[in-house]
């Protein structure tokens, strides 16, 4: 057997708000049994996306905004396209932290949202798993999806830590509401600090302060009636489980009567085998020798040097020159 996906042989339906296109890392190795939905407000980017490749096994976008309520907005494009949002920069807190000029507003775009619950495109699908990243309004997201966050095993979110943006709603007022809705946190990722705009910025000592976090929560199924799920949709748990590496809850859930039935003991034997859970790595993500080697180097720097050169390896990766311009080489 290659890998739990392939003896499932089932597909998962993904809803992504905020951040479409190509899989992000961590989605990668489900990315062939992964059919995606995505929204972009902008109708001429939504067309392009849709005459694009996608990473996963099929992908299709549609030119909403999603809401609470079907209604006219404004949408706030930023000097920085990762804080644009339905919601207004809450400059006043934001101008004593480094990162301020992003938030900064060039104009507005009329959009119209539209709720999750309402879309026509989405009755016939029953998503599986909800990714949202949409700048500080998820709760109203949230609450125009009672009907999808029914049916979905998952959800991963990306909430702010404080108020970014004006009524923006913070991780500690969406927990309250998804727990209301069945869900359980199973982990919780910081994004890196901020630092104030002052000399210590500069500091090896400083370590700024959290603004935003990633959470990923799944469905408790001790609460689910047997009649609500068939061994197809439990399938998609399973996948979901192996996917962010929860075969312990996934083993607790197989352990329950009702939903071990759905499986013969041949299946339930290779559930229970640890291997089958592991996920391979392709050739193209196994460090290389010079690649370990320089991932040596690097921890012989000061933590906080160290930190700060990870947050330029992209630029690294993306110039050729990079070290050659640093080091003055001609």
Known sequence: MKNLPH????KISLIDIGAVGNPPAHWLPLKDYTDLVGFEPNEKSCNILNSQISGYASSTFFPYAIGQFNEECTFKITEHHECCSLLEPNMEWLDRFEYSSSFIENYRVPVRTNTLDEISELKNIKPDAVKIDAQGFELQILKGATKVLDNIFLLEIE?????????ETTFDEICPFLKQRGFMCME??????QLRKNLASSWANSKGQAMACESIWMK?????D????????????????????YSDYALEIL?????????NDNELNTLSLEKNWLKPSPKSEKPNNISKFAGILTHLLPTPKRRNLFRHFEKIADDPNFFKNLLKIN
């Open 220 to 224: 408790d199924l001790f609460h689910w």
């Open 226 to 245: 047997k009649s609500e799920i068939d061994k197809g949709r439990l399938k998609k748990f399973l996948l979901l489980c192996w996917l962010f590496n």
């Open 188 to 193: 919780l990722l910081q994004q890196p600090p």
């Open 7 to 10: 003896f499932l042989n089932s």
């Open 159 to 167: 909430t702010g830590l404080h108020k970014n943006y004006i009524n």
């Open 255 to 263: 352990a329950i009567d009702r939903f071990a039935s759905l499986f």
